[in-house]
């Protein structure tokens, strides 16, 4: 979608007037990241009330409210992740803080900042690591593990093998060497996980 025209120029006044009642309060735009092709040294102008029609970027609908965009230059070239769920703590870019916020969230006004980031934690190991073993990774299987993964969504990898749920942690690592790996997906996408370590 090219969005040229409404990252580059100051919005204009809005069509209708925002009601008073939620002028203090953000729209949820979206519950997912909106992916833009970023060309280096533009300007863009992060909508940061919700309410624009032209996502993720500035239409002018925050006339009326406390809001206003937020300028960006982009230093290269390439693809980003702006925030559209407007709860982001890493503005404006995605954070995967949506996955906070209800399945029903989008189209909705909720007040700056009221979600946050779900930081997952590893489960406590079922059964103690053999001292032995404590350096060594486990070949949990001899085949990559398909996973289709959420854009924005932070995922913590195995690294020691002995993971039930694999290829992600669920803390067997413990009393190990090894700590889970996390990534962030940068789209939402199948990946191939390695499960041998």
């Known amino acids: 979608k090219n969005l040229t025209m409404w990252c580059c120029f100051k919005p204009q006044q809005p069509a209708?007037?925002?009601?008073i009642e939620s002028a203090d309060k953000v729209i949820c735009a979206k519950r997912a990241p909106a992916s833009v092709e970023v060309k280096a040294g533009q300007k863009y102008y992060w909508c940061t009330c919700g309410r624009s029609k032209t996502q993720p970027f500035c239409d002018g609908s925050h006339v009326g409210t406390k809001f206003t965009p937020a300028e960006?230059?982009?230093p290269a070239s390439e693809t980003k992740y702006f925030c559209a769920c407007k709860q982001s703590a890493s503005a404006p870019f995605c954070d995967g803080t949506h996955n906070a916020m209800p399945a029903d969230a989008a189209g909705k006004p909720y007040a700056p900042k009221t979600f946050?980031?779900?930081e997952p934690k590893p489960e406590a190991p079922k059964q103690e690591?053999?001292?032995e073993n404590a350096d060594k990774v486990v070949c949990a299987k001899r085949a990559p593990v398909p996973v289709?993964?959420?854009a924005g969504?932070?995922?913590y990898w195995c690294t020691c093998g002995k993971s039930k749920t694999q290829p992600f942690c669920d803390g067997s690592h413990a009393?190990?060497?090894?700590?889970p790996t996390a990534w962030t997906a940068p789209a939402?996408?199948?990946k191939y996980f390695c499960a041998c370590k």
């Not at 209708?16 to 009601?19: A, G, H, I, K, Q």
């Not at 009393?175 to 700590?179: A, I, L, M, R, V």
Request: charged share 30%.
């Open 129 to 131: 690591v053999q001292i």
């Open 148 to 150: 289709d993964v959420k």
């Open 16 to 19: 209708e007037p925002v009601p």
């Open 116 to 118: 946050k980031k779900p």
């Open 72 to 74: 960006w230059t982009a």
């Open 153 to 155: 969504e932070t995922y």
């Open 188 to 190: 939402s996408e199948t």
């Open 175 to 179: 009393g190990t060497k090894f700590t």
